[in-house]
């Protein structure tokens, strides 16, 4: 499960089997470059950002990410998907240090 | 009037604040990290040195003025089929003049349905944001944009 | 006496800034570009953060049954804040009502500078999201007296530079550019502050609110900053949302 903060969204929000539709993945993450100073310390701050996401589909990765560290902070990202069943749509990404968190959406598609 | 003494012991101890905090993180953040690559070095390492061909099918959205350069909205949209012969493979988004010049890349598929990706990009100064499509046939599609990075505002 | 000086120095502030036109203007195709950010605010996960707050003391209907308000009048009443409870026996904003709120519900209330505080507050302004601002400042003497001083706070030249908000804020000035950033018009029409605020600010990635944003103009023209949640900074909010009365609220905003 996730420890980050995240949040997908699917627009338009009510959609059928067929239809194409947009997703975004938000993250809170600091994206830190490892080129930052810290301002009062004057230390470098090290670096953490996240490095690749992968989007799945009812056990079906449809989309793959590098991502490096000159994303925005909280970093939002769009694509998008066909609608094809009800089910989940799985997040997972990973970030520099290692750590890989889960993210998911229930798909509920109207007729 | 004790309202207007509170003001004015806020006006005087204003005398002590030395300098106006920066805000530009352009400033302090000239990137030459671990990840730096230059952007022809970048391409290189996708297309093996195939030429890209600049094309109207790749839409790069990008502000010609960023308001900072820390939030810089990208939009690509590439107008070429997402069936299971004939698709986009992946779409990468770099920036030319950030030490790691790689923001971005979307390996995508047929379940797409549509090309496209967006996202928001840091760009330490004014530079070329570019857009490359890698088609299923092996082919390259490219699109680069000039985006001018202000700093500044108050607070 | 007084007003001559406020004016001449509006004027010296004025001329040595440079029309929106001559640099860094931004085209309407740019705008359309920022406004589409809105559709995915980082700051929405913030307020969701602020919403699992919110349930953590009962939710919105403890929230409205804690205001004596109903399900259906909450939206409107929160439009109206800053507000005089008579309960408190003074002028406060949403920020320390949900301290009363937590400390009343035998919670250790957020401090008013914690990011839990600013979810939770923006979060709860956003139930009024589409209502007019309904501020009323002619309620009753403490909201008169509250709108008098923050008018005064608002208008009053103090610091290294001797500057007022007004200096910057008025309508003379507005779209002019200061290092670089075009002047934002405050008041209602539009993008109106008050109805705006909490915003995700994007040079700091975090969620602000509106006492938060006063803060960095203050640091940044050199005036003392005013702590969150005093007499002085809750006046201004309440002048700022009378600017903005009949704006629909639209929380949370985002700013550059």
Known sequence: MSNSKTLIKIKPNTYKNGDVVKVSFMVMHPMETGLRKDKKTGEVIPADYIKSAKFEYNGKVFTTMNIWETLSVNPVITTYMTIDGAGSLKVTFTDSKGTVEESSEEIKPKG | MKRRDFLKNLSLSAATLAVIPTMSFAADEKPKGSNALAYKDALAAITGGKTPEPSEKVSLKVPEIAENGAVVPVTVEIDYPMTDSDYVKAIHIFAAKNGNSRCIDAHLSPANGKAMLSTRVKLGETQEVIALAELSNGNFLIASQSVKVTIGGCG | ?256
């Open chain 3, 1 to 256: 006496m007084r007003k001559v000086l406020q004016i001449a120095l509006s004027v010296l502030v004025a001329s040595s800034l440079a029309y929106g036109s001559e640099q860094f203007s931004m085209s309407d195709a740019d705008r359309a570009l920022y406004e589409e950010l809105l559709d995915n605010n980082p700051a929405d996960m913030m307020l969701a953060s602020g919403s699992e707050h919110l349930d953590a003391l009962g939710g919105t209907a403890s929230l409205a049954k804690y205001l004596e308000q109903s399900k259906d009048s909450l939206a409107s009443y929160l439009a109206g804040f800053p507000r005089y409870i008579d309960k408190y026996k003074s002028v406060v904003s949403i920020d320390q009502m949900l301290q009363a709120f937590m400390h009343d519900s035998g919670k250790k209330p957020y401090a008013l500078k914690s990011s839990d505080m600013f979810d939770i507050s923006s979060y709860v302004k956003s139930i009024a999201n589409e209502q007019p601002i309904n501020i009323d400042i002619n309620a009753n003497e403490h909201m008169k007296k509250a709108y008098a001083l923050g008018k005064e706070v608002f208008n009053t030249r103090r610091g290294g530079r001797g500057l007022s908000c007004y200096n910057c804020h008025n309508p003379g000035v507005v779209g002019r550019i200061l290092r670089t950033q075009p002047l934002p018009d405050i008041s209602a029409k539009g993008n109106a502050s008050a109805a705006t605020w909490p915003a995700y600010r994007m040079t700091k990635s975090n969620l602000a609110t509106l006492q938060k944003r006063f803060q960095g103009c203050m640091e940044n023209a050199l005036l003392a900053v005013i702590p969150l949640g005093s007499k002085e900074m809750t006046a201004l909010e309440v002048y700022f949302t009378h600017e903005a009365k009949g704006a629909p609220i639209a929380i949370p905003g985002l700013k550059r």
